[in-house]
């Protein structure tokens, strides 16, 4: 038993803890990282406690990297190249701090990166002129949408990505696939090895995560803070 205890418990920290853009591994050809990053400060006041998600993936070698996601309201789900600097960059729209929620490499981040345009494509209809910031579906939902069409997309959101779990009604796997969730738009739950106990209201978001210990409540950062890149 204690042969795989260990590697159970490095699992578990490297599946639910968050890095930076800038330290993504450049020696590897292939990888998948999920991002969120807070609202711009243009957007309306009462949108900027929440977060925007999206995934970027590196397919090859590092002047090849693609990013999949939901702009804004008028761009629809698109999926398109961006720059290695792009994809290694600590922050977005200028002053946002970048989060990387999930780090995918070797034959698992070839097989989402290779299938990233396909699966936009598929869910892309939703998006177009149906895109409504709350309670969804947004951009975060698009994100959550991807994961039911690429089974090896696996990681935790943040708990301000609203709209992560607008449905009219869903049982199934959470998006870590490490437990299961029940939910409806306006109340859902959540119980999982990465996710923790999770209590979803009018999309709002309230969790106590296991590993690492931390305590999530709509509107503010998890607690304990995290650093923003580059500062304290």
């Not at 968050?18 to 991002?35: D, F, G, M, Q, Y």
């Not at 949108?47 to 629809?76: C, I, M, N, P, Y």
């Not at 698992?108 to 002129?129: F, K, M, N």
Request: glycine share 8%.
């Amino acid at each position: 038993m204690r042969r795989w205890l260990a590697p159970l418990f490095l699992w578990l920290c490297a599946a639910c803890s968050v890095a930076r853009p800038s330290t993504l591994p450049s020696s590897e050809p292939w990888i998948v990282a999920v991002k969120s990053a807070g609202i711009p400060k243009s957007m309306p006041w009462y949108s900027h406690f929440a977060e925007h998600t999206w995934v970027d993936a590196k397919l090859g070698d590092e002047q090849r990297w693609l990013r999949a996601e939901v702009r804004s309201r008028s761009s629809g789900a698109v999926c398109g190249p961006i720059s290695a600097a792009q994809a290694r960059d600590d922050w977005r729209w200028g002053d946002e701090a970048v989060r990387v929620h999930a780090v995918i490499v070797g034959e698992r981040a070839q097989r989402i990166a290779q299938s990233l345009e396909a699966a936009t494509a598929r869910v892309a209809p939703r998006y177009d002129g149906g895109y409504v910031a709350w309670p969804g579906p947004n951009s975060n939902t698009f994100v959550r949408e991807l994961t039911f069409e690429l089974p090896d997309l696996a990681f935790v959101f943040d708990h301000n990505a609203l709209g992560k779990d607008f449905t009219w009604a869903r049982v199934g796997p959470t998006a870590s696939r490490t437990g299961l969730e029940l939910n409806t738009w306006p109340v859902g739950v959540a119980l999982a090895l990465c996710e923790g106990v999770e209590l979803h209201l009018l999309q709002l978001t309230f969790a106590l995560r296991v590993w690492p210990p931390r305590l999530a409540m709509p509107f503010l950062p998890a607690i304990p803070w995290e650093r923003a890149p580059g500062g304290g």
